[in-house]
């Protein structure tokens, strides 16, 4: 009942942002319902996405809660430690993680307020996690990591050191950046623009994952764009580019293509000591 009634809610608030109405339209109790939904998602009650049917989808009124939170709300002075700060929202209040044995290490780990951390996180300093976000349960977040807003990431999964996982907000239809469970991606991976890793896989690390660069799956001979299966090995490598032959690029030119394969058993060993010393 929770979901429904926000539903509800937020679809009147946005049918009213849609015909023109400003902040100065907003009464209290409209208020009370961006709150209530920003601790919805907090809570892990309501997510940007979900999987229906194996495909993950969207939830279109989740997305617009999180813009009219934007739209309705002024611009404020904040303070996080001795940095002063400029936004329409505090930060997340983090005194319930540690009751579910999560940690966020100091000087530099950052929640928006409507972020979701499950049990059994770690979040290594410094790091953000912006609005609309999911991580679940004994996730690693590294240090200088970026989990942008409304991307869902799975259980057990290893976001490795400057790891970029992209936010995407906007058109509310489209599906954020997936990350599944038990993913481990290498250090400096970046993800975007509503990619889509399967469960199980492991990435090597500078690897790019966006739907505009193939994946070259060699499991199943062929070329995909936009999600990498799961139980994969992937890594990055350039292939011959349509404009090798130009004059104007002397020697040929190269584009980016990931290479899939399956996961390899020393791969997973390795996966398993490194579980056996967080244990």
Not at 86 to 111: A, K, Q, S, Y
Not at 220 to 234: I, S
């Amino acid at each position: 009942m929770l979901g429904q009634d926000l539903e509800q809610n937020i679809g009147d608030l946005w049918t009213a942002y849609e015909q023109g109405a400003t902040i100065d339209d907003v009464e209290p109790p409209q208020l009370d319902t961006l709150d209530e939904f920003l601790t919805a998602l907090e809570n892990g009650d309501v997510r940007a996405a979900e999987k229906v049917d194996g495909e993950w989808e969207a939830n279109e009124w989740v997305k617009q809660g999180i813009l009219l939170n934007f739209a309705f709300r002024e611009t404020h002075s904040r303070e996080y430690g001795d940095v002063e700060y400029h936004d329409v929202l505090p930060l997340r209040d983090t005194g319930d993680l540690g009751e579910r044995g999560t940690r966020n290490t100091p000087d530099g780990t950052t929640i928006r307020r409507g972020a979701y951390l499950g049990e059994d996180c770690i979040m290594m300093s410094p790091s953000f996690v912006n609005i609309g976000a999911h991580v679940g349960d004994g996730t690693l977040v590294d240090s200088c990591d970026t989990v942008g807003s409304c991307a869902q990431i799975g259980e057990n999964v290893k976001l490795g050191a400057n790891t970029l996982i992209g936010g995407v907000l906007e058109p509310v239809e489209s599906a954020p950046v997936i990350v599944e469970d038990d993913v481990s991606l290498g250090a400096g991976c970046r993800v975007t623009s509503g990619f889509v890793v399967g469960e199980g896989s492991v990435v090597g690390e500078n690897t790019l994952l966006t739907p505009r660069i193939p994946v070259y799956d060699l499991v199943e001979d062929e070329v995909l764009y936009g999600e990498l299966p799961p139980e994969r090995r992937a890594f990055q490598r350039f292939v011959d580019s349509s404009v090798g032959e130009n004059d104007l690029i002397p020697g040929g030119a190269y584009k980016p293509a990931v290479v899939a394969t399956d996961v390899e058993e020393e791969t997973l060993e390795a996966t398993e000591r490194e579980d056996a010393l967080r244990d």
